[in-house]
């Protein structure tokens, strides 16, 4: 239709042919084009691309902050770690020379207290070897008088004659001794 | 490859437009029915029957009377007045829009960015990649800018006339696109360019007789002619059809009221309809038309198919 009418539009001849340019038109469309290039190309693109080469710079630029963030981050969590690391390795060097000192001061209260019982066994068993020594001298000296009275009782006669009692109590005591020897378990009884 | 057959996909418009017409002619009364199939008829050539109530879109609607200059190269009409305004308009939404570019954008400039960025990273980088696309850069923003400033134009109010819908304009921003990419081609390799172009590998050697032609009508001559023709027929026949629909509510409103005020209503709302796909179209046809010179430059670039 429009190939039909487009004929007939150039075969009236007073009418235009749509595709059949002007001169005017020609000159006018290439000046509007010249326009719009030198302004696309000259001015709108390049500041398109300066402010699009700022954003890139400042995205790269935030990267780099956020890079040295994470950078500084790190070593602080790095050094964070090591102070916490040191500081478990003192707790358990204190706590390690703490519990030395411990055994050493049991070990020395033990040996104190060794030293003292057996201080105190000496003095005791001094004491009583004392008390026996006493015992014994007392019980001699007793036993002699108390056996040569008896003795001088039962035979009915006096010894005056120390001579002889004196003789009479030592071989007693002798035998007495003897006998203690023969059957120490005696005396522990 | 067949021109025609591109053509065709792209002016069918015309076609269902017709039918709307004739479709809308049988069911109405005889007086409305000579009337609109006037109109079917006459829609690119002046109403020689024209009824005094009804104002048919012809081709003329393009050809205004000049305004000044008349007769020299540098005649200006209405419509290179519009053309005019859509560059002014052009440099100073850019001129704001990156006079103090921020790295962190706020609205206005992010619009700017985004549209900027459709014909930078979704054209230029995505086919030609980031060095041939910033060579390339500055002449597919101005086709897709260009294209979209004109196209425009044809449904904001008082101009109601895209710039692109002379032939002056597709034409120019072809040739720019015929150059450009014939000059990446020589540029990047001489050779390589005329043998992909010319003789494209993988094809038996007899068939060259016939392959070798049909691929040089395809490169060197019908891809400008397509590039000038689909924006030009888009154009032209966007703006007859809102002519049309806003000519016939006028025209049922005002001359044949009465019940046909009704069918003035529908013509309202189709012309309202067409007028937001027209909206599409603007940016539709700026995107194809960058679409397939980044494209043309990039076949011409590549060291093989």
């Known amino acids: 239709m429009l190939h039909a009418s487009l004929v007939a539009a150039a075969a009236e001849g ?5 595709v059949i340019p002007e001169l005017y038109d020609i000159v006018w469309s290439a000046v509007c084009f010249a326009v719009i290039l030198i302004a696309f190309w000259r001015v709108f693109l390049p500041r398109l691309q300066k402010m699009l080469d700022e954003r890139s710079a400042a995205i790269e630029g935030n990267i ?13 969590l790095e050094q964070y770690t090591a102070q916490l690391a040191e500081a478990r390795q003192e707790a ?9 000192d411990g055994k050493k001061i049991i070990a020395e209260a033990r ?11 000496v003095g005791a068993q001094a004491q009583i070897e004392a008390e026996r020594q006493a015992a014994v001298v007392t019980l001699r000296r007793d036993v002699g008088t108390l056996a040569l009275d008896l003795a001088g009782n039962v035979i009915g006669e006096t010894l005056a004659d120390d001579a002889k009692a004196s003789a009479l109590v030592d071989r007693f005591l002798a035998d007495l001794e003897a006998s203690e020897k023969a059957s120490p378990s005696a005396r522990n009884n | 490859m067949s021109g025609r057959c591109r053509l065709g996909l792209f002016s069918n418009r015309a076609g269902v437009f017709r039918t709307f017409v004739v479709a809308r002619a049988e069911l109405h009364a005889p007086k409305q029915e000579i009337a609109l199939k006037a109109l079917a008829v006459n829609l690119l050539v002046q109403a020689a029957t024209d009824d005094g109530g009804f104002h048919a879109p012809s081709i003329d609607e393009f050809f205004p009377g000049a305004l000044f200059f008349e007769g020299t190269p540098f005649e200006i009409n209405r419509i290179m007045l519009v053309r005019f305004i859509a560059v002014a308009a052009l440099l100073i939404v850019f001129y704001l829009g990156t006079r103090r570019m921020k790295v962190v954008p706020g609205r206005f400039q992010s619009i700017i960015e985004m549209g900027l960025g459709l014909v930078r990273n979704n054209i230029a980088f995505d086919l030609l990649g980031e060095k ?3 060579r390339f850069l500055p002449i597919l923003t101005t086709i897709f800018f260009m294209v979209l400033f004109m196209n425009i134009t044809g449904i904001i109010p008082l101009l109601n006339i895209a710039g692109t819908s002379v032939i002056g304009v597709p034409l120019v921003l072809a040739v720019v696109a015929y150059v450009a990419f014939i000059y990446a081609g020589i540029r990047n390799n001489a050779g390589a360019f005329f043998k992909n172009a010319l003789f494209p590998p993988g094809v038996p050697k007899f068939l060259y007789i016939i392959v070798t032609p049909i691929e040089f009508v395809s490169a060197f001559v019908l891809r400008p002619v397509t590039l000038t023709l689909r924006l030009l027929m888009n154009m032209v026949v966007g703006h007859l059809l809102l002519v049309l ?9 005002f001359t044949a009221g009465g019940w046909y ?40 670039v590549a060291e093989e198919h």
């Open chain 1, 14 to 18: 007073e009418t235009h042919n749509p």
């Open chain 1, 64 to 76: 780099a902050k956020a890079d040295e963030a994470q950078r500084q981050a790190e070593a602080a």
């Open chain 1, 92 to 100: 358990a060097a204190i706590r390690e020379g703490a519990r030395e």
């Open chain 1, 111 to 121: 040996e104190q207290a060794v030293v003292e019982a057996q201080r105190v066994t």
């Open chain 2, 132 to 134: 041939d696309g910033k």
């Open chain 2, 245 to 253: 629909f806003f000519s016939a509510t006028q025209f049922f409103l």
């Open chain 2, 261 to 300: 005020t009704l069918f003035g209503v529908g013509t309202l709302a189709f012309g309202f309809v067409f007028t937001l796909f027209e909206i599409l179209v603007a940016v539709l046809q700026a995107y194809v038309f960058t679409l397939l010179t980044a494209v043309y430059i990039q076949l011409a």
